[in-house]
């Protein structure tokens, strides 16, 4: 949990606080799963630093990769309406979060949503070995 109001007020200066925060998040990930937890993470892989960690951290793992897409004009009509993001972020993100990744299925986030569960589970249940991931793990010598 973030302390958003201080974050927002400039006392917990999130520059500080954000590779470490995501640092514990990303070791948090395989402690959860050792542990005999199954997760479902949602989570923007921002850069290929933060994929080789995970590939690394999680390669070890069972691991389905699921691919979240959504169109540039929606995207930024949604950083519009929030109002509390920084106008073109959005774009910066839709040009480089799945330049270096490899998905065992990828969805529309624009399409219905009953659709897009019916496809992930679909595709699970479909999967075949090696998984996404572990393609990614293996070329980048994780374990």
């Not at 630093?49 to 995207?75: K, T």
């Not at 699970?124 to 070995?129: G, H, P």
Request: hydrophobic letters at 40%.
């Amino acid at each position: 949990m973030l302390p958003e109001a201080r974050i927002k007020s400039g006392e917990f200066p999130w520059g500080t606080l954000r590779d470490p925060f995501f640092d514990g998040f990303h070791r948090c990930l395989p402690v959860l799963a050792e542990a005999g937890n199954n997760l479902i993470v949602e989570h923007i892989v921002e850069t290929a630093e933060w994929m080789q960690r995970l590939l690394r951290l999680l390669g070890h793992l069972d691991v389905y990769f699921v691919g979240i897409h959504c169109p540039l004009p929606e995207l930024e009509r949604r950083e519009r309406a929030r109002g509390d993001r920084r106008v073109g972020d959005a774009k910066a993100d839709y040009e480089t979060t799945h330049a270096f990744c490899t998905y065992d299925v990828e969805i529309d986030s624009t399409s219905a949503r009953d659709g897009n569960v019916e496809a992930v589970i679909a595709a699970w249940r479909a999967r075949r070995r090696p998984s996404a991931f572990d393609r990614m793990a293996r070329r980048a010598g994780a374990p």
